[in-house]
């Protein structure tokens, strides 16, 4: 008795391709890094006896992880083009007190206040992106210095005071929720998806790849890395007045010091993520699940009362560590092309 042993390449194909697909997949950073946030929300879960699972404790992790997400793809957009934003958090305190100033000195409703705070962070984005393009100074150093502009600017619209029981819409709107989940969050979440559209679905997008990647590849294309660079900062700055927004909604008070301390979740989020430093790739799903992650750093340090600095310490290792994988995986990559 004979049996036909013989199998057509289409069933060749249809039985390897799901085993291939499987395997790209878990090879992939962002694998990885959902198996990191699972075992560590579900650790941190176990380590706080639940508490971290109650409704009132979840709502505020998820709220609070809105401003990390958006703030990080902030950083991502010009990382895409080889690039650093070192005023993103500046920005974000600037528009968030500026949109506080159109509603409480100004007397205009919060729709005027959020449109103000969206397009002063895209002016300011633009004006990064000239500056960077006429004075052919890298941007880690053009920003740098706007960075100190825009905080005696943040300092100048209210000097130290705070900004409070501004709009109550707005307010409701920062603690409201759907389907369990802040409406903050799912914003960050809609913000996330039309920035990974940008750069899979459009023109702009990929020539801001192609820019990062290989600027002179890019330009004998046809493709203007000057309009690339003005175009990233101006996405940056955008991507921090929604940061802003989402934060004058959900804190309901805001002050000269905000947004000194979201430097560093801009640049952890992202890298962590596997964005490289070098330009030409992004990954919106990593830089999300990054920010996941240092928001349950941030829990972790409020629940068990650990001092600041170890925290701070401990991401930046992280991120560091991150950087110098990156570049090796680079190296084996060329070496092995």
Known sequence: MTVDAKITAAELTARIEPAGRLRALTRRPEFTLALVALVGFVALAV??????????????????????????????????????????????????????????????????????ALLVGLVAGMVNGALVVFTRINGFIVTLATMTIIEGLRYGVNGPDTFQGYSPGLREFGRASLFGLPVVFLVALGVAALVAFFFARTVTGRQLLASG??????????????RSIVIAHALSGLLAGVA??????????????????????????????????????????????????????D????????????????????????VLLGTVRQKLLRRSS
């Open 244 to 297: 802003a927004v989402i934060t004058v909604a959900s804190s309901g008070s805001v002050n000269s010091s905000i947004g000194d301390d979201l430097l560093l979740p801009s640049f952890a989020a992202p890298i962590i993520g596997g964005v490289a430093l070098t330009g030409g790739a992004v990954s919106v799903a990593g830089t999300c699940l990054a920010a996941f992650i240092v928001r349950l750093v």
């Open 47 to 116: 380590a706080t006896g639940g508490n971290l699972l109650s409704a009132g404790t979840l709502g505020a992790f998820f709220r609070f992880l809105a401003v990390p997400i958006v703030i990080g793809l902030a950083q991502m957009v010009v990382l895409a083009i080889g690039q650093m934003n070192l005023s993103v958090g500046a920005l974000t305190g600037f528009c968030a007190m500026v949109a506080a100033w159109v509603m409480i000195e100004a007397g205009l409703p919060a729709p005027v206040a959020v449109l103000v």
């Open 299 to 322: 829990v972790l340090q409020a629940q068990f009362d650990i001092n600041r600095r170890w925290i701070d310490l401990i991401v930046g290792a992280v991120v560091l560590g991150a």
């Open 213 to 226: 990647g290989s600027p002179f590849a890019a330009r004998l294309s046809g493709i203007s890395n000057d």
